[in-house]
């Protein structure tokens, strides 16, 4: 079976600290790893997927099978940053199980 | 479409009436997705559609809720006598066919169901 763990419900960082919001996984298979974000009063959108290894608005997330984790990280939050984050993983079926999501609030 | 739409927007009904929501996916997009979001639940899977295979429908909650996808693209879900339990906003999402790699779905805007 797929799941997804997201630890954190709620995160508070201020402006210019690093944040890092966890993500483990459970999956027999090869996964895919993706995470996805709401803002305020807007639709949930990709932000970034292990497969293509990039850095989208200065996070960056590492696939680490070892430990089953999917971090998400950027070194200098930005109090527009502040948004639901959702933690997928994408089995052979092309069915993706998502945490339950953290809400990150950056403090200016 | 340039994106994938979902109406209403918003859905207040009265406990015990039936609802539909509707779903236009990205044109091209073979597989559509139906999820519930709802306060410290997250993302709940409901049901999924790709081309013209069997519909996956293991996250229905119940048999009051059905869906279906007429010439594989609009689809509708359905709530009958509906509970206040079922109040959540409703998302629906599309993707490309499988094959052409695992890219992620884009959602629509979703539906905000509520039941009073």
């Known amino acids: 079976a797929q799941r997804v763990t997201q630890p954190e419900k709620l995160l508070s960082v201020f402006k210019g600290a690093p944040v890092e919001l966890k993500c483990n996984y459970s999956?027999?298979?090869?996964?895919?790893l993706f995470w996805y974000v709401q803002y305020s009063r807007q639709r949930l959108q990709l932000l970034l997927r292990?497969?293509s290894r990039e850095s989208i608005k200065g996070f960056t997330a590492d696939l680490n099978k070892g430990e089953t984790s999917f971090h998400l990280k950027k070194p200098f939050a930005q109090e527009e940053d502040s948004a639901m984050y959702y933690c997928?993983?994408?089995?052979?079926?092309?069915?993706?199980?998502f945490g339950k999501g953290t809400l990150l609030t950056v403090n200016p | 479409g340039a994106g994938v739409s979902q109406s209403p927007s918003n859905k207040v009904t009265e406990k015990g009436k039936d609802v539909e929501l509707r779903c236009d996916p990205i044109?091209?997009?073979?597989?559509l997705y139906w999820y519930r979001q709802s306060l410290g639940q997250g993302l709940e899977f409901l049901i999924y559609?790709?081309?013209?295979?069997?519909?996956?429908k293991s996250g229905l909650p119940s048999d009051r809720f059905s869906a279906e996808r007429t010439g594989g693209s609009v689809s509708t879900l359905t709530i009958q006598r509906t509970q206040q339990e079922d109040s959540a906003v409703y998302l629906c999402?599309?993707?490309?066919?499988?094959?052409?790699?695992?890219?992620?779905?884009?959602f629509g805007s979703g539906t905000r169901l509520t039941v009073v």
């Open positions: 999402a599309s993707s490309r066919p499988p094959g052409q790699g695992h890219y992620g779905y884009t």
């Open positions: 999956y027999s298979g090869s996964p895919e």
């Open positions: 292990h497969i």
């Open positions: 997928a993983l994408g089995g052979s079926n092309y069915k993706l199980t």
């Open positions: 044109s091209g997009h073979t597989a």
């Open positions: 559609f790709q081309g013209n295979s069997a519909p996956d």
